[in-house]
């Protein structure tokens, strides 16, 4: 996948309530999405609230497309304990390099 938006550095991605089933929680265009703009983004918002099995999240699928060296710029992360945990399973370098900012709510199974 080619960067749809090559300057994107902040990405803040909201939770729907609706009435039908979405099965969007386990899109893998969502990585691939990531993958695509793994030099750009410095802030990434995986909103989790209430409405977590609609929310995108990283999941025990996208582990095998995530590494060390995904989001080397970030600097700053919202997101629900089980992406977290994928992203340290990954052993993503930003973790321990350039994040300076660290919100982790409930949510993932």
């Known amino acids: 996948m080619e960067h749809v938006?090559?300057?994107l550095r902040s990405l803040h991605?909201?939770?729907w309530n609706?009435?039908?089933e979405v099965l969007l929680a386990e899109?893998?265009?969502f990585t691939d999405f990531i993958s695509a703009h793994i030099n750009t983004i410095e802030e990434l918002d995986m909103e989790y609230g209430e409405y977590g099995d609609y929310a995108l999240r990283f999941d025990?699928?996208?582990l095998t497309r995530l590494g060390?060296?995904?989001?080397p710029h970030l600097r700053?992360?919202?997101g629900n304990?089980?992406?977290f945990m994928i992203m340290a399973q990954a052993r993503m370098k930003c973790l321990t390099t350039t994040l300076r900012r660290l919100v982790i709510g409930p949510g993932g199974r």
Not at 68 to 71: A, E, F, G, W, Y
């Open 76 to 78: 700053s992360f919202r």
């Open 18 to 20: 609706i009435e039908a």
């Open 27 to 29: 899109a893998p265009d």
């Open 68 to 71: 060390p060296d995904l989001l």
């Open 13 to 15: 991605l909201g939770v």
């Open 81 to 83: 304990t089980l992406s």
């Open 60 to 62: 025990e699928f996208a």
């Open 5 to 7: 938006f090559p300057h």
